[in-house]
T-cell receptor, first 116, second 115 residues
């Protein structure tokens, strides 16, 4: 398995531009998570999906952020308009519920976003 | 809400010395606990997990962790540090004690290995 695939790996954009980050989860995983990592706040859960349905988006910082999962193999995180404070590494992770109930997340390599 | 606290944002040890990274948890339900490692410019990789079976959990790369309910701790150890162990280490707890609703992570501990 190729693991969780994220693109782009690096994105540099100017304030006010739209940013779209993409994620392909591991085949067969029915949970998908978006995390944001910054020096100040560490790793924060933004939103997660189960069977393509958003379950908890309470971590999405504001209305400029939106996420979709149109099918089991693809998800997007969109920021519109982007601001310098959105600069961070965005991780996608996926999992399926194992027999022990412990959700072992498999992470992608991340998308490093810089907003100038 | 479940949470974890990692003591020490930076830990420095000599090559060959014992590695001890501290993690304390707070949970209203029996927790599922995890340690992840992050190498520069990479995603997080699972080291080990505790799921209420054995309290001493062995992971990859010679790491292990012991769940101590009385101390609400889940410290990570390795008997002999390698240069390749230099990385960021994260302790995490399941958000609801079980199920698949994600993990809450600690702030991370940067492990530095001195030659």
């Amino acid at each position: 398995d190729a693991g969780v695939i994220q693109s782009p790996r690096h994105e540099v954009t100017e304030m006010g531009q739209e940013v779209t980050l993409r994620c392909k989860p591991i085949s067969g995983h029915d949970y998908l998570f978006w995390y944001r990592q910054t020096m100040m706040r560490g790793l924060e859960l933004l939103i997660y999906f189960n069977n393509n349905v958003p379950i908890d988006d309470s971590g999405m910082p504001e209305d400029r952020f939106s996420a979709k999962m149109p099918n089991a193999s693809f998800s997007t995180l969109k920021i519109q308009p982007s601001e310098p404070r959105d600069s961070a590494v965005y991780f996608c992770a996926s999992t399926s519920l194992g027999p022990a109930g412990a959700n072992v997340l498999t992470f992608g390599a991340g998308s490093r976003l810089t907003v100038l | 809400a479940q949470s974890v606290t990692q003591l020490g944002s930076h830990v420095s040890v000599s090559e060959g010395a014992l590695v001890l990274l501290r993690c304390n948890y707070s949970s209203s339900v029996p927790p599922y606990l995890f340690w992840y490692v992050q190498y520069p410019n990479q995603g997080l990789q699972l080291l080990l997990k505790y799921t209420s079976a054995a309290t001493l959990v062995k992971g990859i790369n010679g790491f292990e962790a012991e769940f101590k309910k009385s101390e609400t701790s889940f410290h990570l150890t390795k008997p002999s540090a390698h240069m390749s162990d230099a990385a960021e280490y994260f302790c995490a707890v399941s958000r609801s004690g079980g199920g698949a609703d994600g993990l809450t992570f600690g702030k991370g501990t940067h492990l530095i290995i001195q030659p």
